[in-house]
């Protein structure tokens, strides 16, 4: 088990950009595989991105294509999502997720609690 912490998050004008950090506790981050995920209200929670164990491989929602990057430092236990050309809706309650295998049907078992990102128009 993992314990995953969102930060970053906040209120930011359509264009522009936001980067939302989740740190990990433990010493074997590099073994999950992570993503990211997101819940607008009165919406299902949907993937965003995903990052393989190394990096290498990257997973992305057809709606963020080219404008987010998921990246991962594992030195520092940190998975990355770099948000830019920000649109209102982008705006939701983003959430990292830690799992054996990267991608959007993969089954991601840990949970962080999520931050608010708000994108005025």
């Known amino acids: 088990q993992v314990q995953l912490v969102e930060s970053g998050g906040g209120l930011v004008q359509a264009g522009g950009s936001l980067r939302l950090s989740c740190a990990a506790s433990?010493?074997?981050?590099?073994?999950?595989?992570m993503g990211w995920f997101r819940q607008a209200p009165g919406k299902e929670r949907e993937f965003v991105a995903g990052?393989?164990?190394?990096?290498?491989?990257?997973y992305y929602a057809d709606s963020v294509k080219g404008r987010f990057t998921i990246s991962r430092n594992n030195a520092k236990n940190t998975v990355y999502l770099q948000m830019n050309s920000l649109k209102p809706e982008d705006t939701a309650v983003y959430y990292c997720?830690?799992?054996?295998?990267?991608?959007?049907?993969?089954?991601?078992?840990?949970w962080g609690q999520g931050t608010q990102v708000t994108v005025s128009s």
């Open positions: 990052i393989s164990r190394s990096g290498v491989s990257t």
């Open positions: 997720a830690a799992g054996g295998v990267a991608g959007p049907k993969a089954d991601y078992g840990d």
């Open positions: 433990g010493r074997t981050f590099s073994t999950y595989a």
